[in-house]
């Protein structure tokens, strides 16, 4: 809730100067990557449980500090020391979804805390936004306790000791971590291209529909609203029907690519209502069918005991295309047109979709030469 009105919150009520709330935003993302890497590490360590209760407590107490911090380098300093908490909970939160599991499911699983996720980023976006205009100060406490209540319900729910021998096995399992995997690598960096494109629908085709086609903030929030339901809704259908039927990578390329097509549709669609409807249903198409098939990737390479450094790479591959994505769209648009991005946009999906490609061949021939638990080199 607090996030996605954290730049308003500075300029409104603090404020900052707009380069000012830019980089307290810049302050999220660069703990966001250390905290991903923190709760990878401590994850392979002392295993998943405890740095899920970590991150959810301190990150609750963190939420409703930040509140009272009113002057830049207090609030800058706040919002690190919490994205780095924060963001330390998905790395463990990875690993604890692939203990819960099975080879058969473990696709199905992540989709369904996808759509968990998207259920939370509707329902939070909504009561976030009445909140704020009530008082934001009430959003930093009902995110906090939502953090703390979260904490409370996992200790309640899956006791410590229902899952001591999973984090005794992590402990004890002596594997090589996530860096030592060269083909794990090239899919991070192909992952990093990707997501660079795809965070342009959070942050510059908002801007593309509101200074170029000229629709209105509530239609863009029905866009972003209905692009949300249409993956609660079907996702989890769709993956059930996919799963375990070809090699995750095969699902990939060909969501990273449909992507791409929506995106460079819109050099070409008029203006239009329904033109936005068109675009968005090539965007959730490839949303489908790449991001549950990339977690069912890299989960399939990994073991207990190096599961939270796979898990951290892949949650940092996220993070700093979060920081690269609004830096690509604003100099491409402030130099030459919306155009420009879209193509540009298009063009990397295009060259990620074929890494993908290559990839699979690569991983493929691995496997008909050494046994697939053997392939990590």
Known sequence: MVVPF?????????????????????????????????????????????VQIFALLSGGVLFMLLGFQTTFLTVAICSFILSVCNESFRPANSAAIVHYSTDENKTRSNSLNRLAVNMGWIF???LGGLLAAINYHILFWVDGCTNILAALLLLKLIPASKVAKTIKNAIHTASDPAHRDGVYLIFIGLVIIFATCFFQIFTMQPLFYKTQWHFNESYIGLLMGINGLLIVLFEMVIIHSLENKRHPLNYVYIGVLFVGLGFVLQNFLSAAKYSALIVLFFLTIGEILGMPFMNSFWIMRTTSGNRGSYAALYT????????????????????????????ITGGMCLCASLGFMLLYSHTLKQTKVIPLEETVF
């Open 6 to 50: 954290m730049t308003i919150y500075c300029h409104k009520v603090l404020h900052f100067t707009l380069p000012e709330a830019g980089y307290i935003m810049g302050f999220f993302g660069a703990g966001s990557i250390l905290g991903a890497l923190i709760g990878g590490k401590v994850t392979d360590k002392r295993g998943f449980y405890y």
């Open 124 to 126: 939070g976006g909504m």
């Open 316 to 343: 940092t591959a996220w993070s700093i295309a979060q920081i690269m994505a609004p830096i690509i769209g604003g100099l491409a648009i402030s130099f030459v047109s919306f155009d420009l991005l879209w193509w």
